[in-house]
């Protein structure tokens, strides 16, 4: 899992940016971001933490992971309504969830 300085660095990178989380890159936006964040920002050593490491724990990550992660910044900046102000954005808890009752459909 992600340290409290990693999960910061991407709650910080995500503060004030909403993002489209139907499309079909979104992971590799968000990892994207992170690096962008680290070079631009040095938000790596803002929060003191090793940013290769940390682009290979995102990588790591499932989809549904980094949905999940994604749902706790959301929680975490206490924004999960405001994709109801963006008729072209689905959260990344909607998107969660029709990935989840998909797969009970298959099965």
């Given amino acids: ?5 990693e ?3 991407i709650a910080d990178m995500s503060n004030g940016s909403v993002k489209n989380f139907k499309t079909i890159n979104f992971k590799g936006n968000i990892i ?4 962008d964040s680290m070079n631009d ?3 790596d050593e803002k929060y ?3 940013g290769n490491e ?3 724990k995102l990588n790591d990550l499932t989809d549904n992971q980094m949905l999940q992660l ?3 910044v959301d929680v975490y900046w206490d ?3 405001i994709y109801q102000n963006f008729s072209s954005l689905t959260s990344p808890r909607e998107v969660l969830k029709n990935n989840n009752e998909e797969k009970s459909d298959i099965a």
């Fill in 41 to 43: 920002c040095l938000l």
């Fill in 7 to 9: 999960f910061n660095l």
């Fill in 79 to 81: 924004r999960e309504d």
């Fill in 48 to 50: 003191n933490i090793d």
């Fill in 32 to 35: 994207g971001d992170v690096i």
């Fill in 1 to 5: 899992g992600l340290s409290e300085s």
């Fill in 54 to 56: 940390l682009i290979n």
């Fill in 70 to 72: 994604m749902i706790e």
